[in-house]
C-alpha cells in the first residue's frame, strides 16, 4: 500500500506503524462527571467497520509524523491522508 | 448412517454408492427455540452440543455462505492448551479433551493426531518464562515438558541450533498437542447437529435483528424473517458487522492473518514447532505439505487477503528458525479476518440486549477453541449462565480491570 503522505508525497506503508481507529484523537474530557465511562469506551471499543475507515498511522521511518489516513477496510484503498496535528486542530476549532 | 470401519470395506467393494449427503438442506421454519447466526465451527459446535448435551433441539445455524467456508477452513489446524492465565488454561485444556474424544463423540474422522507442539526457547530469560508456563499447564492438568536443547537435536535436527543472534537452547513441549482436518471438524459437527434435529440453513445471510422492548425476537435474513427465541450471534471475523446491525460496538479490531502451505513433502517436521525469538510457528499436513504462518498485517481488514511485506516476514523467520525451508516451494497463501481483542482473549456472554448472545473475538485461538466454545456457548444459551471454564470471557471484563492479556501489551490489537 502507498500512503499519499501531505508533506513527502506517495510513501510505502512499510515505513509507518498502525495504531487504530482515529478516534483516539478524541479524548473525553477527565473532568466530566461520565469520565469512567467514557474513558473506557476510548480505549476499548470500536466501530470497526467494513468501508471506509480514519485510522492513525505513525511515519516511523519517515518524518515522524501522525498522519490520518482514510482508507477502505474491504478493498485496501486508500481514499486520502492528513496530518494528524492538522485535523486535532481543525477539530478542536469547532 | 454411521461410519464404521465395515461400512468402508463393505461401500468400497460396492462402488460407493451407499453414501448420502451428510446433513438436510431444510427450508427455514418461521421459529426457533435457538438461532445461531454463523454457520462455522464454533456455531456448528454450539448446535451440536445444544441438542447433544442439553436437549434444544428446535434450533437453526445460519450461514451467509456455505458451512465452514471462513475461519475454520481457513487456520493452520493447530489445536493445544499451552497459556499461562488462569482465565483461560482451563477453557483450553476443557477444549483438549474434548479434542481427544471428538471422533468417537461425533463419529466422524477428524484426523485429531496428537504430534505434539514445541515452543522454542533461545535465552535464558525465555527458558525461565516457559518453565513457568509449563508449570501453570500442569495445574490445569494440561502436562507439559522442558525439552534440552540435546533433545531437540534428536527430535528436530533440522533446525539452526547455533544462529548466531538467537541460538536455540530447548524447547516446552506439551505432547497431546497436535492438529485436526480443519473442515473435517465442521462437517463431524454438521453432521452430528442435524442428526440430532438441527436446521442448517446456508446461502442465508443475517441482514438485521428483529428487537421488541430490549428484547431479540428474531433475526430478518435473506430468506426472510426467522423469529427465534435466543439468538447466539458466532461470526468471529465480522462480529463488528452482525453487531452493528444491533447498534452495538465491541473491544475488536477485525484484521488479516495470513497462512502458507508448501508443495508436498516426504514426513520431515515431527510435530508443531513454534520460533521463540519471531513470530512464526509450523505443522506438516497428512499429504506432506509444510503448513506455516506468523504475525497480522497489523491494520484493520475485511478483504481475507494480505500484503506482500508480512509474506516477506513470515519467510524470514522461517529461514532463520530453518533454513531448509529454502529448499521447498511455496504453493499458496491466504489470508483469514480475526477479531482481535483488546486484550487477545475471547467473549463469550449475553450482551446488553435481551435474549442476544455473542461468541467471538478469537484473536489467533479460535480453531483450537472450537470444541470448549460450542460447548460453553451451548451452555449458556441453555442454562443462561456461563460455563465453568468460561466464566472470565466477559464483556465487562474491560470496564472492571480484569483483562486476560496473556502478552500484557494493553488495548492494541495488533499487537496481541
Avoid at chain 1, 482508507?71 to 485535523?87: F, K, P, S
Avoid at chain 2, 483450553?92 to 514445541?118: A, C, H, P
Avoid at chain 2, 519467510?315 to 533454513?323: D, F, I, K, Q, T
Wanted: with cysteine.
Amino acid at each position: 500500500m502507498l500512503i499519499p503522505h501531505p508533506l513527502l508525497g506517495p510513501r510505502n506503508a512499510q515505513e509507518f506503524t498502525y495504531l487504530g481507529d482515529a478516534q483516539l484523537l478524541r479524548r473525553p474530557d477527565p473532568q466530566a462527571p461520565d469520565a469512567e465511562a467514557a474513558f473506557c469506551d476510548y480505549v476499548f471499543q470500536r466501530s470497526n467497520p467494513a468501508g471506509v475507515h480514519q485510522e492513525l498511522w505513525f511515519h516511523e521511518q519517515g518524518d515522524r509524523s501522525w498522519l490520518v489516513v482514510t482508507r477502505n477496510t474491504v478493498t485496501h484503498e486508500i481514499l486520502g491522508a492528513e496530518l494528524a496535528c492538522d485535523v486535532a486542530k481543525r477539530e478542536g476549532a469547532q | 448412517m454411521t461410519f464404521s470401519g465395515f461400512k468402508v470395506i463393505k461401500e468400497a467393494l460396492t462402488g460407493h454408492k451407499g453414501w448420502g449427503p451428510l446433513w438436510r438442506t431444510p427450508e427455514p421454519k418461521a421459529q426457533y427455540d435457538v438461532v445461531i447466526v454463523g454457520g462455522g465451527g464454533h456455531g456448528l459446535a454450539t448446535a451440536y452440543y445444544l441438542a447433544k448435551v442439553y436437549g434444544v433441539t428446535n434450533v437453526a445455524v445460519l450461514e451467509k455462505g456455505w458451512i465452514g467456508s471462513g475461519n475454520v477452513g481457513r487456520n493452520t489446524t493447530i489445536i493445544r492448551s499451552n497459556y499461562l492465565l488462569p482465565g483461560n488454561q482451563p477453557f483450553y485444556e476443557f477444549s483438549m479433551k474434548l479434542w481427544e474424544n471428538l471422533e468417537q463423540d461425533t463419529n466422524f474422522n477428524s484426523m485429531v493426531s496428537q504430534r505434539g507442539i514445541i515452543n522454542l526457547f533461545h535465552s535464558d530469560g525465555q527458558r525461565d518464562a516457559y518453565r513457568r508456563r509449563g508449570n501453570a499447564m500442569m495445574l490445569s492438568g494440561a502436562g507439559a515438558r522442558l525439552l534440552s536443547q540435546a533433545d531437540l537435536r534428536e527430535r528436530a535436527p533440522f533446525l539452526n541450533f547455533d544462529n548466531a543472534r538467537f541460538p536455540i537452547k530447548g524447547g516446552l513441549m506439551q505432547e497431546r498437542a497436535g492438529t485436526a482436518r480443519h473442515d473435517g471438524v465442521a462437517w463431524g459437527y454438521a453432521r452430528g447437529a442435524d442428526m440430532r434435529g438441527v436446521d442448517i440453513i446456508q446461502n442465508c445471510e443475517v441482514t438485521g435483528f428483529r428487537m421488541d422492548a430490549g428484547r431479540v425476537t428474531g433475526v430478518e435474513t435473506t430468506r426472510g424473517v426467522i423469529g427465534a427465541g435466543k439468538v447466539g450471534v458466532a461470526v468471529a471475523g465480522n462480529s463488528g458487522r452482525v453487531m452493528a446491525m444491533a447498534g452495538r460496538r465491541l473491544p475488536i479490531e477485525s484484521q488479516v492473518l495470513q497462512a502458507f502451505v508448501s508443495e508436498g513433502l516426504k514426513p520431515v517436521i515431527p510435530g508443531v514447532i513454534t520460533f521463540g525469538a519471531g513470530h512464526f510457528y509450523i505443522s506438516q499436513s497428512d499429504k506432506g505439505g509444510l503448513v506455516f504462518g506468523g504475525d497480522l498485517d497489523g491494520y484493520n481488514s475485511y478483504a481475507q487477503r494480505g500484503g506482500l511485506p508480512v509474506v516477506e516476514d513470515v519467510l524470514e523467520g522461517g529461514m532463520a528458525l530453518m533454513p531448509m525451508l529454502g529448499r521447498a516451494r511455496l504453493l499458496r497463501n491466504w489470508g483469514g479476518i480475526v477479531d482481535m481483542s483488546m486484550d487477545g482473549s475471547p467473549i463469550i456472554d449475553r450482551t446488553d440486549i435481551g435474549d442476544l448472545y455473542f461468541n467471538g473475538a478469537w484473536n489467533y485461538g479460535g480453531f483450537k477453541a472450537t470444541p470448549a466454545s460450542g460447548y460453553a456457548f451451548a451452555h449458556l444459551l441453555a442454562r443462561d449462565e456461563p460455563h465453568e471454564t468460561a466464566r472470565a470471557f466477559r464483556f465487562d471484563r474491560f470496564a472492571r480491570g480484569y483483562v486476560i492479556d496473556e502478552k500484557g501489551v494493553g488495548a492494541q490489537p495488533n499487537l496481541h
